[in-house]
């Protein structure tokens, strides 16, 4: 039977140079699966809340996602908003007001729409942000792709909770694929779980399945293995 679906999008869905969505994405043989799933697909990220929305609007599938690292939960017509954004919007402005930066130049578009969390970039100092993290109760996430200061009882594999109770299907029907330790928690609730080759430690501890092939190649091999002939 063809399972539900819990994707991952940077470094599992991106091609590895770009950051950006692998062009084969748009390939029929991805992209035609992703339309014809029988089951439902859900979006999981540690992007801000329109970007996983805009990615369903433009693959055309139903906008089910958990965005913000299990801060913002939607699936048909019920958002759930978690965390604590203000908290996370006092630990940025404490970290720029001790000289830091949160790395994304004069414009941030990729904090301005954050409902529950704030996204500091990679190559910023790392120590003293957990410090003020754990200051105001928060924690820090390492994605890969940037650090995310949150509420430490929200999470993606909750945000699935939320979704999956939406849609009538049990979370722990879904397979999920990811890279980052910001998957762990859904790893743990799913039935199956992959992590592709690029995936970190804590990723690769947590899956099931480690995969041969990484970002947007190992994903379209799981979908070929679960797609029903």
């Known amino acids: 039977m063809t399972p539900p679906l819990a994707l991952d999008i940077d470094g599992t869905l991106t091609d590895p140079e770009h950051d950006r969505i692998d062009p084969r994405l748009f390939d029929p043989r991805l ?4 339309l014809e799933w029988p089951e439902p697909i859900v979006l999981a990220t540690g992007k801000a809340f329109p970007y996983p929305v805009a990615l369903c609007h433009y693959l055309d599938i139903p906008i089910r996602v958990v965005a913000e690292n299990g801060g913002v939960a939607f699936a048909d017509g019920v958002t759930e908003i978690l965390g604590d954004g203000e908290a996370s919007r006092a630990v940025a402005q404490a970290y720029q007001d001790a000289g830091h930066s949160l790395g994304w130049g004069g414009v941030e578009p990729l904090n301005r729409w954050r409902e529950t969390e704030v996204a500091v970039q990679i190559d910023q100092p790392e120590a003293p942000l957990r410090e003020l993290a754990a200051e ?8 890969g792709y940037a650090y995310h200061v949150k509420s430490p009882d929200v999470d993606k594999g909750k945000g699935l909770e939320i979704v999956a109770a939406a849609i009538g299907v ?5 397979v999920a694929i990811g890279d980052s330790e910001n998957d762990v928690e859904t790893f743990e609730l799913v039935d199956r779980s992959f992590a592709v080759a ?11 399945e480690l995969l041969d092939d990484a970002h947007a190649d190992g994903t379209l091999a799981v979908l070929e293995r679960l797609r029903e002939p």
């Open 31 to 34: 992209f035609d699966p992703l």
């Open 136 to 143: 105001h109760g928060l924690e820090v996430v390492d994605s």
């Open 170 to 174: 049990e979370p722990e029907d879904f």
């Open 198 to 208: 690029n995936a970190d430690d804590a990723a690769r501890s947590a899956a099931d």
